[in-house]
């Protein structure tokens, strides 16, 4: 391999002609000495970094058999490893942005990492992993380790962030029926990755992919193959598998999500008519479908169930009764008129205004807790509270026979639905009380 030294900001001195030849050649001479001795250096800096079998390429740091990313503190916020074959680092070259390799273990193969540096805050690497043969599977090992990940699939039991039990070999990465099929991902399926140390990871739309875990070992098995699989190769290509993604690091969770939504994902063109927002849509599906007998007429849901599903309803972008309250009682049918007003004075406001900006930003109406306090390590396992826009949080109560609850208040100012003021945040307000007519809510006081 040759290597040329190019120093980056050569600027030349001006010399004074000098009468005296003598120094003037000694100067000349250890400058020679020195660039010479600055050639062998960087030759053997690199030689023994192949030695050493890892590559650097800004913040990434690779190696045979995968490589990390850090963050701008040094710290790693990214771990994958190659497990369908390692990397000949012998075979790599470096041409500017470019790092590319020509063979791996198993044979010659197209592979290469691109870094960009799209913002100050953030630095992505495209990843392209490409057989040249249409042999096995490609598969990359990605780690969650010690971090919290949101994102894939719809699952049957949802867990936020990701929970995954047991071991699952790479299956086609497909939408299906999760009422039907416990463990097949279901009808929303994003080949997105977010995790709470601010680093994220997007699978290209051409891959063949197929998805696996081990959730002992903390690791998602990305595959792409087209041997055994519902994919196909495009029309007129040879079925060479190839694996390609975008990883970006950011600054912390909210921002990296919004650039990678910005970047990568499309935007709703439409929002739905006002109405839909403001008012409830009434359906006896639920009830009757098709078929209405007396059994099914006084088959009901649970009342404390159906009051608190009705609460937390009122906080949906839309509200829907698939059940009429007059099937209770009549407190029950004060409580839904009170929630129905609820959603059309206080919530559907917002939602209007929220749904005007989704069109141009891609963020969505209901947000995580940490949307607002990235950094705040207590935020990214919230799984029962929720923001709509960035200044009204909800905590349902989601337990039977339950008439309070936790509730974590973020950094902020916030006045509850009863009228306290919390200034004192962040804080945990423990077994805070809300009766089986409300809701707590809490407002940004700015
Ligand atoms: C990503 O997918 C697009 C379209 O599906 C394709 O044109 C592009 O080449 C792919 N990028 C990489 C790096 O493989
Ligand atoms: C899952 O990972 C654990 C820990 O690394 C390992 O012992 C186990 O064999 C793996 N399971 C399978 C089925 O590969």
Redesign the pocket.
């Known amino acids: 391999t040759m290597y040329t030294f190019l120093p980056e900001s050569f600027t030349p001195v001006k010399q004074k002609p000098s009468k005296e030849l003598r120094p003037m050649l000694g100067a000349i001479l250890l400058g020679l000495i020195l660039f010479i001795a600055a050639v062998v250096a960087w030759c053997y800096y690199t030689v023994s970094l192949r030695k050493a079998e890892r590559l650097k390429t800004e913040l990434m740091d690779l190696r045979a058999d995968g490589f990390v990313i850090r963050n701008q503190h040094g710290e790693v916020v990214f771990r994958l490893a190659f497990r369908s074959g390692s990397l000949d680092l012998e075979s790599c070259s470096k041409e500017g942005e470019i790092l590319s390799c020509s063979r791996s273990s198993r044979g010659p193969l197209n592979f290469f990492i691109q870094t960009v540096k799209p913002k100050d805050t953030v630095m992505c690497y495209?990843v392209?992993w490409e057989e040249l043969a249409a042999g096995p599977a490609v598969e990359h090992t990605m780690f969650w380790e010690d971090a919290h990940w949101y994102g894939g699939s719809e699952m049957s039991i949802q867990h936020w962030p990701i929970r995954l039990a047991g071991y699952q070999e790479p299956v086609p990465y497909v939408t299906s029926d999760v009422y039907s099929f416990r463990d097949s991902f279901g009808g929303i399926l994003e080949r997105y990755w977010l995790s709470s140390k601010a680093a994220a990871i997007k699978i290209?739309?051409?891959v063949p992919f197929h998805l696996g875990f081990n959730a002992t070992q903390r690791a998602l098995f990305f595959q792409a193959r087209y041997k055994d699989s519902p994919y196909k190769p495009p029309p007129g290509q040879q079925p060479f598998p190839?694996l390609?993604y975008r990883v970006c690091v950011g600054s912390d969770i909210t921002s990296i999500h919004k650039y990678m939504v910005r970047r990568y994902f499309n935007k709703p063109s439409k929002i739905p008519a006002e109405n839909a927002f403001r008012y409830p849509i009434w359906s006896t599906w639920a009830l009757y479908k098709n078929d209405i007998d007396q059994d099914k007429l006084v088959e009901i849901p649970n009342r404390e169930l159906y009051v608190r599903w009705l609460e937390l309803s009122a906080f949906m972008p839309s509200m829907q009764f698939s059940i009429p309250p007059w099937l209770y009682d009549k407190e029950v049918v004060e409580i839904a008129q009170k929630f129905t007003q609820l959603h059309e004075s206080l919530v559907a406001p917002l939602l209007l205004e929220l749904a005007g900006e989704v069109t141009d930003t891609g963020d969505p109406i209901i947000r995580p807790i940490w949307w607002i306090s990235p950094r705040d390590e207590a935020t990214h396992r919230i799984d029962s509270q929720f923001l709509i826009g960035d200044t009204l949080m909800v905590a349902p109560v989601l337990e039977m026979g339950k008439q309070e609850r936790d509730v974590y208040l973020p950094a902020g100012k916030w006045r509850s639905y009863k009228g306290e003021l919390f200034e004192k945040t962040p804080m945990l307000l423990t077994d805070y009380p809300v009766d089986l007519d409300e809701v707590a809510y809490f407002l940004w006081v700015s």
């Open positions: 495209r392209r290209n739309d051409s190839e390609s």
